[in-house]
């Protein structure tokens, strides 16, 4: 193999691996939660942490203090008013780097799921957070909400369900092997070892054709002259 070809090699083994890195070590991550409970506003409190002490086993604990009669009562007019509610993620990976994410549902579903929501976090191969995402399991029974729908929530606190999808490693091509099957044809047109295995007809195609026209066009002649 010559010295090209082990550098393509070595190059993509090393990323390959590279790329297993941070879930091989089995890392933790937390994420801050902080949501917004005014329409069009930028203004973000803190709602709680989430902790995922083990990215392969997905095992994650939830701590989320109990909504003031103030937040609840903000919460309540963002569903009547058929508003978003916007949720702030900021990851903190174990070695100190940081991500943050944005996303939303509607605050009518989150009243009529009864505060209850579930987290997605989607991680890449190497173990790093893509995306977070909110969303609620269960279907609403109307698109928006009444004061009957305020009136019926009975909960103050979130609970939350924190779900982890893992992406896939696509196949790794067999770079060496091409490699190698390139090496060895190159060395046997070198040596005149390549075998021509295309057919008889494949082969000789450029004399049989000629004869075979010369048939038909003595064959014509010969009628003509009969006639």
Known sequence: MNLKAEFVLCFVLSAVAGSWGFLE??????????????????SFSFRG??????????????????????????????????EFYRLRATVVYSNGAKAQFLTSN???????????????????????????????????????????DVNKLVE????????IRHAELAPVPDTAGFIQKVEREREARERGEVRD??????????????????????GATNQDGAK
């Open 197 to 218: 295995n295309r057919g008889f007809f494949a082969k000789y195609w450029m004399y049989i054709v000629p004869v075979v026209l010369l048939v038909f066009i003595s």
């Open 49 to 82: 942490n989430v902790t995922i002490p083990s990215l392969n086993s997905g095992l994650a604990n939830v701590d989320q203090p109990a909504l003031s009669n103030a937040d609840l009562d903000l919460l309540k007019k963002l569903a009547l008013q058929n």
């Open 156 to 163: 103050s606190q979130f609970s939350t369900d924190v779900l």
């Open 106 to 148: 509607k605050a009518c579903r989150l009243l009529q799921a009864q505060l209850n929501d579930v987290l997605w976090v989607s991680l890449d191969p190497s173990g790093y957070v893509t995306g977070i995402t909110v969303s609620q399991d269960t279907v609403p029974a109307t698109a928006e909400c009444t004061q009957e």
């Open 25 to 42: 070590h089995d890392s933790w991550v937390t994420v801050e939660l902080q949501h917004s409970l005014v329409a069009d506003s930028d």
